[in-house]
């Protein structure tokens, strides 16, 4: 009984060591990720917040245009950091989407400043396809953004279509943090 004590309280230390070590990702969280803090703005648009066993959370807002905007902006899903974020920090745009209808939709996504003159500090066009998958953007920050001053704008006036948006993550890894080991999307 006394070796069992024994090997549980070794296990239980090298647990902890090993959970300590570990990155703590919802530490560097800057919004709530939950798929109902996506803010849809736009003409010509149609949301809705849906049950979706799918997607991780369970829920996603699925958004319908009516076909190609002026701008690929004029119909867009964001949200903004909720904690400020410093000059230099490097931060990951991730999240969950797909295309409903058709069968793909390529669109842009965007971290810019949440005012003009939404100075962009990066952006990728990405392609949905039906599966649920996650998406990535990175960005170096160019100056400092108190909360509520760095978006994310996911663009969805590029064609008639329907995607869904499942939860959403902007991550600040601070400065000097080599992008290379972020994730990337796949082709």
């Known amino acids: 009984m006394k070796r069992l004590v024994t090997t549980l309280s070794v296990a239980a230390i090298l647990t902890a060591s090993v959970a300590q070590a570990a990155p703590d990702i919802a530490g560097r969280m800057v919004n709530h990720p ?3 803090q996506w803010s849809i703005v736009g003409t010509g648009e149609k949301h809705e917040l849906v049950k979706d066993t799918t997607v991780r959370g369970g829920a ?33 745009l991730a999240f969950w989407g797909r295309a409903v209808t058709p069968g793909s939709a390529t669109i842009p996504a965007v971290i810019q400043q949440s005012a003009a003159p939404y100075t962009r500090i990066g952006e990728q066009t990405l392609t949905l396809t039906p599966d649920w998958r996650l998406h990535y953007v990175t960005a170096t920050a160019d100056q400092d953004y108190p909360a509520g001053t760095l978006g994310v704008s996911v663009q969805l006036a590029t064609a008639a279509q329907t995607v869904a948006l499942g939860p959403v993550f902007l991550l600040d890894f601070g400065p000097g943090y080599d992008a290379k080991y972020l994730p990337r999307n796949i082709p």
Not at 70 to 83: H, L, M, V
């Open 60 to 92: 996603a807002f699925q958004i319908t245009s009516a076909g190609k905007g002026t701008n690929p902006w004029d119909i867009q899903a964001g949200i903004s950091n909720a904690k400020a974020i410093k000059k230099g920090d490097v931060v990951l």
């Open 34 to 36: 939950a798929a109902d």
